[in-house]
């Protein structure tokens, strides 16, 4: 049996992609208590894994350059950073969507200068503005986007709403809803060949668990 290198989203994901890997049989009782540490083996008679917890932008370069061989991350961050690696299996956790939000004052189409907005993907924004032909100024930030419209450092912003509360908590409303985004499986594209059967089996077994 080949071991099989898997790279976890840290945070909201962790806890889905460990739920995940606990139905199908992986003893994740290392990851549960981890301290400070970094690479969790993993081992019984059906499983030789090595995880580790990262940044979720980090699971694609990771995946992307074999150092991992699977990934769980969110479409969100595929869709700003689309790398070379397959995308599996839709793993139907961490749902929530992308969304155009502003103050409720907000109109898309009035005024000559063009609209700022804020975003922490900055890809996916052009893209939802260039179908919409609609020409606007970007402005990355990095965190806690809701507060860019609030303090006159832009006039919308594109980003993730779970559950509604940030924005409503701080008087935004959701002027359009862009994508729904979840939990995704990637993985390496020599790895789909070199270890064929192990990660083979992973994907039909969480398949399996996610469909149920
Ligand atoms: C995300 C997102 C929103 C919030 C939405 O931020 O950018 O701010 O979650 O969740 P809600 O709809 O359930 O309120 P996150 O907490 O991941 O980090 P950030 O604020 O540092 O961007």
């Known amino acids: 049996m080949k071991k099989i290198r898997i790279a976890l989203t840290k945070g909201r994901l962790e806890e889905h992609a460990l739920d995940i890997f606990k139905s199908i049989g992986v003893n994740v009782k290392e990851l549960e208590n981890k301290g400070r540490k970094l690479v969790f083996h993993c081992e019984n008679e059906d499983y030789d894994m090595d995880f580790f917890l990262v940044k979720a932008p980090d699971v694609t370069t990771y995946v992307e350059y074999g150092a991992a061989d699977i990934g769980i991350v969110g479409k969100d961050t595929l869709m700003e950073k689309n790398r070379e690696f397959y995308e599996v299996l839709d793993l139907k956790v961490g749902k929530c969507k992308f969304s155009l939000a502003a103050l409720p004052e907000f109109k898309m189409n009035e005024g000559y200068n063009r609209k700022k907005i804020a975003t922490k993907y900055p890809e996916v924004a052009r893209e939802y503005f260039r179908k919409k032909g609609v020409d606007v100024e ?33 008087g935004l409303i959701i002027v359009e809803d862009i994508c729904n985004i979840s939990a995704r499986m990637i993985i390496n594209k020599a790895s789909m060949k070199t270890k064929r059967e192990e990660i083979t089996n992973v994907i039909e077994k969480v398949s399996k668990v996610i469909n149920k």
């Open 138 to 170: 970007l402005i990355k930030i990095e965190g806690s986007v809701e507060l860019a419209p609030i303090v006159g450092l832009a006039d919308a912003i594109v980003d993730i709403v779970e559950t509604g509360s940030t924005l409503k908590e701080n």
